[in-house]
């Protein structure tokens, strides 16, 4: 029971307990510890023990609390999973139950009342690789723990229902040896199966969570490369599914393309259309985000054959062109066909041949973007565009400090993992982050309230526009490619508009009613669907 309700004769209850205000509580303890895996410990605690007090804590102080749930700290508590296991926690679906993954499901009991799962192998967490099932905090991460307890960034984000809501690991086994050695270790132990035994069980589980879960949306969240395209591919037009990697980064990293180009060309005189991208990593997230910003360019008049020639990707072999021998499947829709010149593997040459006006890191290499990068960069643009993107912080390409100083401030820069503003000789540098959070609990509350068969590209695509749109003047005065994130919960409201809407469009919306309310009625009733948790304390933070 939540110390919140007990009755106020209590006598084990302190004399004034009900005279304090308990967030202020909260947050001196969690900010009396040590580390922001300690933090993220104590708030997992706070969230078993009081989900109201939770979610007010959270919900007031957003941008402190965000990064210890999220991005950066998940990654620790994911790497660290299996040592630090409190309590069950959403759903284990093992390989083990191949042949019965209905029955396990029926477990969870939520069945019609279910509207979003986020759903993980655990074989590609962040850029720490396969971590099985420790992968597990992912899922709760964008979503929150357990029937009866309340989520975390789908219900902070957006408004999502608690008890809707499903944070689901497939554990299939893992090849990382060190998790099959440590005795603490959580998962199934074994190897990951082979296509042919991952696709039955696959085809297996979304049927049943179809079948047990019919209003369900699922998310994919940290597949592997080539499963993470293979099963989008397999799934997405019988099944209400997205997938956050490819589409939920490919969309947030196209607002603030859209944002950061403007303020590049507006500084150089360059046209829209005349942007070059060059992509550090071609992995799903990289590929994703490349495909998606072909509409960039088609927002700007060109073809898709001439929006995709304006899109180069490397990889660790360096430019990747047609003629490279055992190129990857997902690969191949990038690579050059116009150049033929020596492989270009290092990554300042690759720069100085293409010329681009922005450099995107998806690699989950650390510091790839040297000083020398960074300012060749600067020298071809009097407005250089550098996203690194990779997740957490200590995969990043380059630290934002960096990335200023070596560009004397001209740097647009937006990153995956938070980074503070600073100061530069006098003037205040406050940077961009990148995330999927600005995203993912838009496109997932207006795929529900529209009732949409599917999630088109054209949906994924007007949340991304929707984004870019929603900077307030003050925040476009300072010259910000993302909005802040303590508006996330109004931010996601307009996002969830633009979803449905283009559900509309695309004729796969199942929930008619909508189609009859004009733009400020619907997210009006947007608003007015955004689940809040009871307020209990007076004062305000």
Aim: hydrophobic share 40%; aromatic share 10%.
């Amino acid at each position: 029971m939540s110390l919140t309700t007990n009755s106020h004769n209590s006598p084990r209850l302190p004399p004034f307990f009900y005279n304090t205000d308990h967030r202020l509580r909260c947050l001196a303890q969690l900010r009396s510890k040590t580390s922001n895996l300690e933090k993220y410990i104590y708030m997992s605690g706070l969230k078993e023990r009081d989900p109201n007090l939770f979610y007010e804590v959270l919900l007031g102080n957003m941008l402190e609390i965000v990064p210890i749930l999220y991005t950066p700290t998940v990654g620790d508590a994911c790497s660290n999973y299996s040592h630090i296991w409190r309590r069950p926690e959403g759903l284990y679906v093992t390989i083990e139950h191949k042949g019965r993954v209905r029955d396990i499901l029926k477990t969870w009991g939520a069945g019609d009342a279910a509207r979003i799962a986020v759903v993980t192998d655990g074989s590609r967490i962040l850029g720490l690789g396969d971590l099985g099932a420790n992968g597990l905090p992912i899922s709760i991460g964008k979503l929150r723990v357990k029937p009866g307890d309340f989520w975390d960034l789908y219900i902070a984000g957006a408004g999502i229902k608690p008890s809707s809501t499903l944070p689901i690991c497939l554990d299939l086994g893992t090849n990382t040896q060190k998790f099959l050695d440590d005795p603490l270790y959580i998962g199934v132990r074994r190897k990951r199966p082979d296509t042919v035994e991952m696709d039955e069980f696959m085809n297996e589980f979304m049927e049943a969570m179809a079948e047990i879960f019919p209003q369900l949306l699922v998310q994919f969240e940290d597949f592997s490369t080539d499963n993470a395209f293979r099963y989008l591919d397999m799934f997405k037009f019988q099944s209400r599914c997205f997938n956050d990697d490819i589409q939920g980064t490919g969309a947030v990293v196209l607002s603030g393309f859209i944002n950061a180009a403007r303020l590049a060309s507006a500084a150089s005189g360059l046209p829209l259309s005349e942007h070059r991208i060059l992509f550090f990593g071609a992995g799903s997230a990289g590929i994703g985000v490349a495909k998606q910003l072909i509409s960039f360019f088609r927002l700007q008049g060109l073809s898709e054959e001439e929006a995709k020639n304006r899109i180069y990707t490397v990889d660790s072999k360096g430019l990747i062109t047609a003629d490279r021998k055992g190129l990857q499947e997902h690969k191949k829709f990038f690579a050059r066909t116009d150049y033929q010149g020596p492989a270009l593997t290092n990554l300042e040459d690759v720069i100085k041949y293409v010329k681009p006006t922005a450099l995107l890191g998806l690699s989950t290499v650390r510091n790839a973007f040297t000083e020398q990068v960074v300012r060749c960069m600067a020298s071809l643009n009097t407005r250089p565009i550098i996203f690194p993107l990779s997740n957490p912080v200590s995969l990043c390409e380059v630290d934002y400090e960096d990335a200023v100083k070596w560009t004397n401030g001209s740097v647009i820069f937006a990153s995956g993992s938070p980074y503070k503003p600073l100061e530069q000789h006098g003037k205040v540098y406050e940077p961009g982050q990148g995330n999927n959070m600005y995203i993912f609990p838009g496109i997932g509350m207006g795929s529900i309230l529209a009732k949409a068969r599917h999630v088109t590209d054209n949906m994924v695509e007007q949340a991304s526009i929707a984004l870019s749109s929603s900077l307030t003047t003050e925040e476009e005065a300072a010259n910000l490619v993302y909005p802040r994130l303590a508006r996330i919960r109004d931010i996601s409201a307009q996002i969830a508009l633009a979803v449905v809407r283009a559900a509309q469009r695309d004729d796969v919306d199942e929930n008619p009613i909508l189609r009859s309310l004009n733009d400020i009625v619907l997210l009006e009733y947007i608003k007015a669907k955004q689940w809040q948790p009871c307020s209990i304390h007076s004062s305000r933070l």
